[in-house]
């Protein structure tokens, strides 16, 4: 059974019973990204949430008969590893309890418009790292670190000018990316308006 065969408990006990440690590594690495984002969102951390989600894994490698009566692995994963990032937070008192919106009220619906995000800002990524060097590097810093261009201008020893005219090339690059590639154009819309108001 391949990764894309994986879509209930059963499934993926049926593959670890038979050992299959590789499939089950790209079976983790399929949703690894899109789990860490999901948890990133509550601990804000990345290194936390990166803990929070291997050990989600984990303890499904270790007991995985847990899972017997699981329907929806992905639904599963999801709202184990936000459950997982929301007990957290409320262990480390960071926040309080009625800015959190628990995992039991998680519909279909949410978990389907999350996966969706995720994926939109996975491939977003990607397509910021392609940028040229010096043009990526100023639009990460405007878009990861919230510099302002003069703080950008200063850290890099380039005018406010290049700055901008950096942050204005990467923009257009992105969007004649993401109009002109036919994968990218089925969400288009959505990837234009991460571009341009996300805060990665």
Known sequence: MGVLGIETG?????????GRTPTFTQFYTSYFQKLLLAS????????????????????????????TEV???????????IN?????????KNI????????TELSDGDLRDLEEENEMIILL????????????????????????Y?????????SEKTVENHIGNALKI????FLNDTKLNKKGKSFLLLVNTYQL
Not at 48 to 62: G, H, M, R, Y
């Open 174 to 177: 992105l969007r004649d990316r």
């Open 40 to 67: 990133d969102k509550y601990v804000k951390d990345v290194y936390t949430a990166e803990e929070l989600v291997q050990d989600v894994f984990l303890k499904i490698w270790e007991n995985p008969y847990t899972i």
């Open 84 to 92: 997982a990032s929301i007990n957290y937070i409320n262990r480390q």
């Open 150 to 158: 003069k703080e950008i201008a200063l850290q890099l020893g380039i």
């Open 125 to 148: 990524h990607a397509e910021i790292d392609k940028l040229p060097s010096q043009c990526k590097k100023v639009f990460k810093l405007s878009r990861f670190e919230h510099l302002k």
């Open 10 to 18: 059963r499934d993926l006990i049926a593959l670890i019973e038979k």
């Open 96 to 103: 309080e309890q009625h800015h959190l919106k628990l995992v």
């Open 71 to 81: 329907k929806s692995i992905k639904s599963y994963l999801y709202k184990s590893v």
